[in-house]
């Protein structure tokens, strides 16, 4: 498997289940479009994909790789995943953590975008934004971070709507990576 330490705080995964996640791109569209407005007339950058075939199909491989590579506690609630569509600059959402939801992010990409069209994760470890990591996503590939570090998206130029989904993973422990010791 080849798994890539990007920088202290973002590691890479193989998750190749990227044809499986194509198949199903116009079931994910169906839920993220019946679900992006809330009860209250509010668009969301997110729409829960929870505990359905999906779901079922990729949570017990996100906790896989999460329990073989870091040292962490059982999970203390259900991990959601959440759908992320980003269309020509529509949802420009800003930098934001996850610091009171998850210990662990995971973001895999259904439709990466490519060089030079923007849609590029860009993430600020230091609260002072003086350290940025900026990679172009790729397909297969599960990108790992700690839920206190803040991230956002760059501006989308392509008119091809781009899909990711994130994951949580929630610890009652700072995850330390087996290999690297590295602790977030």
């Known amino acids: 498997m080849d798994n890539k330490r990007l920088h202290f705080y973002l590691h890479e995964y193989d998750f190749p289940y990227h044809n499986y996640l194509l198949e199903n791109l116009i079931y994910i569209d169906k839920i993220y479009e019946e679900g992006k407005v809330d009860a209250l007339g509010n668009e969301l950058a997110n729409v829960r994909l929870y505990h359905n075939d999906i779901w079922n199909f990729l949570n017990p491989k ?50 990466p975008p490519k060089s030079q069209e923007g849609g590029e994760l860009i993430l600020h470890p230091n609260p002072a934004y003086k350290d940025v990591i900026k990679i172009i996503p790729k397909p297969n590939k599960l990108y790992l971070f700690p839920g206190w570090v803040f991230h956002h998206v760059s501006p989308q130029i392509s008119s091809i709507p781009r899909y990711s989904l994130n994951w949580g993973y929630y610890s009652r422990m700072r995850p330390i990576h087996k290999l690297t010791s590295d602790q977030w």
Not at 72 to 80: G, K, L, N, T, W
Not at 81 to 102: E, M, V, W
């Open 62 to 111: 996100l906790i896989k790789i999460v329990t073989e590579n870091y040292y962490v506690s059982p999970p203390f609630i259900d991990h959601e995943i959440g759908i992320y569509k980003q269309q020509n600059n529509s949802h420009i959402y800003p930098s934001h953590n996850h610091y009171h939801s998850s210990t662990m992010i995971g973001i895999v990409y259904i439709n």
